[in-house]
């Protein structure tokens, strides 16, 4: 991998060019069918309403590395959150994180990096990209629906979220869970980890 890492976050009816979208997706697909099975096709059919309310992340690290699909608050109901509240998890995000200030969530749909490019500058990099996002449209939390072997990374990197459910079978996942974490925490966890890569 080259030291340059690129990072692009567009609206997917929106790509900077014509192949953005088909790149996310291709990531995307190779990286679900290969640990959840899930195909192409599964991966567009679930996603397709919420296109309009949806930010692509790209990283290029001498070839393009990796993916996020975003979805942004706005008049569909964010897929985790509807999923969250359902059984087996039966979680109400919105009542747990209640606070004297609104809620508003920026929901992490996928992510994926392909093999030969996964390390911690990549997903990191992904990680900024959302949490800019996240503060653009005044989102307060970011969550996801989250594979418990991607939480026990976040946790050996010291990222303080919080898992709201218990681990439940989740499409391919035979262990995933409800998780968050405040906008402001993910900054200050991202600028913790840029100091120390200097």
């Given at each position: 991998?080259?030291?340059?890492?690129?990072?692009?976050?567009?609206?997917?009816?929106?790509p900077?060019?014509?192949?953005?979208?088909?790149?996310?997706e291709?990531?995307?697909?190779?990286?679900?069918?290969?640990?959840?099975?899930e195909?192409?096709?599964n991966?567009?059919?679930?996603?397709?309403?919420h296109?309009?309310?949806?930010?692509?992340?790209?990283?290029r690290?001498?070839?393009?590395?990796?993916?996020?699909?975003?979805?942004l608050?706005?008049?569909?109901?964010?897929?985790?959150?509807?999923d969250?509240?359902a059984?087996?998890?039966?979680?109400?995000?919105?009542?747990?994180?209640?606070?004297?200030?609104?809620?508003?969530?920026?929901?992490?749909?996928?992510?994926?990096?392909?093999?030969?490019?996964?390390?911690?500058?990549?997903?990191?990099?992904?990680?900024?990209?959302?949490?800019?996002?996240?503060?653009?449209?005044?989102?307060?939390?970011?969550?996801?629906?989250?594979?418990?072997?991607?939480?026990?990374?976040?946790?050996?990197?010291?990222?303080?979220?919080?898992?709201?459910?218990?681990?439940?079978?989740?499409?391919?996942?035979?262990?995933?869970g409800?998780?968050?974490?405040?906008?402001?925490?993910?900054?200050?966890w991202?600028?913790?980890?840029?100091?120390?890569?200097?």
């Amino acid at each position: 991998m080259t030291d340059t890492l690129d990072c692009l976050a567009f609206p997917a009816t929106e790509p900077p060019f014509p192949e953005a979208l088909g790149v996310a997706e291709r990531i995307e697909a190779g990286v679900f069918r290969a640990r959840f099975g899930e195909t192409a096709e599964n991966l567009r059919s679930y996603y397709a309403a919420h296109l309009p309310q949806t930010r692509i992340v790209l990283v290029r690290a001498g070839g393009w590395a990796g993916m996020m699909r975003l979805g942004l608050p706005g008049p569909l109901a964010s897929l985790s959150l509807e999923d969250a509240g359902a059984p087996p998890f039966g979680v109400d995000l919105r009542a747990e994180l209640a606070g004297a200030a609104p809620v508003v969530f920026l929901d992490v749909l996928t992510t994926a990096v392909r093999r030969r490019f996964r390390n911690r500058r990549v997903f990191e990099q992904m990680l900024r990209a959302a949490a800019d996002v996240a503060a653009e449209h005044g989102c307060t939390h970011v969550i996801a629906m989250v594979d418990r072997r991607v939480l026990v990374y976040l946790r050996r990197r010291r990222l303080a979220c919080t898992v709201h459910s218990g681990w439940h079978r989740y499409y391919g996942s035979p262990a995933t869970g409800v998780v968050s974490v405040g906008t402001a925490e993910l900054r200050r966890w991202l600028d913790r980890a840029d100091q120390a890569s200097r």
